[in-house]
T-cell receptor, first 112, second 115 residues
Framework: QQQVKQSPQSLIVQKGGISIINCAYE??????FPWYQQFPGKGPALLIAIRPDVSEKKEGRFTISFNKSAKQFSLHIMDSQPGDSATYFC???????????FGSGTKLNVKP | NAGVMQNPRHLVRRRGQEARLRCSPMKGHSHVYWYRQLPEEGLKFMVY????????ESGMPKERFSAEFPKEGPSILRIQQVVRGDSAAYFC?????????????FGSGTRLTVV
């Protein structure tokens, strides 16, 4: 059972464009929603995170939008750059078990 | 403050041998998690450990795989009698005891190749 559903599986964006990756969940016990960025051959690195009492969080060119009622959250990368080309994973933590569930990943390719 | 340290970075084993992967969590982190990632795929949860305790091993294959996090020393993921299908990247992550706003910190992974 996939606890966190992520889409799209892959994404191609032109340099300067906006990249949008979406995630959805069902479990209301989730209380913390991070996004991870992974470059080939590297481990995932925490990019940005949000709690459900906030509808939006912005850090530089990266923004998380959170819709609690719809149980959906998304990552927006503004002014996408070739250096942003990586795989992005959303995740959600179950407050009862201190355990994160990961989406299946989105491979982003930003064309120069 | 060193991050999560995993070794070796690359490990080659012949079918039937044992693979032993090590993970030293960040200083102050008492929770360790192991994930497996197949090429072009997502992160699959394997096991969650605290010092001397296995908290959740629901993602561990029932046979050949085991994990420990002793009182002293790194966490170890052990794969006995490896098969080609065990070839993957294995990532360790650590976290402090439950806090409000803290995600995992991942290591750089061990890439296991079974020949």
């Amino acid at each position: 059972q996939q606890q966190v559903k992520q889409s799209p599986q892959s994404l191609i964006v032109q340099k300067g464009g906006i990249s949008i990756i979406n995630c959805a969940y069902e479990n209301t016990a989730f209380d913390y929603f991070p996004w991870y960025q992974q470059f080939p051959g590297k481990g995932p690195a925490l990019l940005i995170a949000i709690r459900p009492d906030v509808s939006e969080k912005k850090e530089g060119r990266f923004t998380i939008s959170f819709n609690k009622s719809a149980k959906q959250f998304s990552l927006h990368i503004m002014d996408s750059q070739p250096g942003d080309s990586a795989t992005y994973f959303c995740a959600a933590r179950n407050v009862n078990f201190n355990k994160f569930y990961f989406g299946s990943g989105t491979k982003l390719n930003v064309k120069p | 403050n060193a991050g999560v340290m995993q070794n070796p970075r690359h490990l080659v084993r012949r079918r039937g041998q044992e693979a032993r992967l090590r993970c030293s969590p960040m200083k102050g982190h008492s929770h360790v998690y192991w994930y497996r990632q197949l090429p072009e795929e997502g992160l699959k949860f394997m096991v969650y450990l605290q010092k001397e305790n296995i908290i959740d091993e629901s993602g561990m294959p029932k046979e050949r795989f085991s994990a420990e996090f002793p009182k002293e020393g790194p966490s170890i993921l052990r794969i006995q009698q490896v098969v080609r299908g065990d070839s993957a990247a294995y990532f360790c992550a650590s976290s402090p005891p439950r806090t409000a706003n803290y995600g995992y910190t991942f290591g750089s992974g061990t890439r296991l190749t079974v020949v």
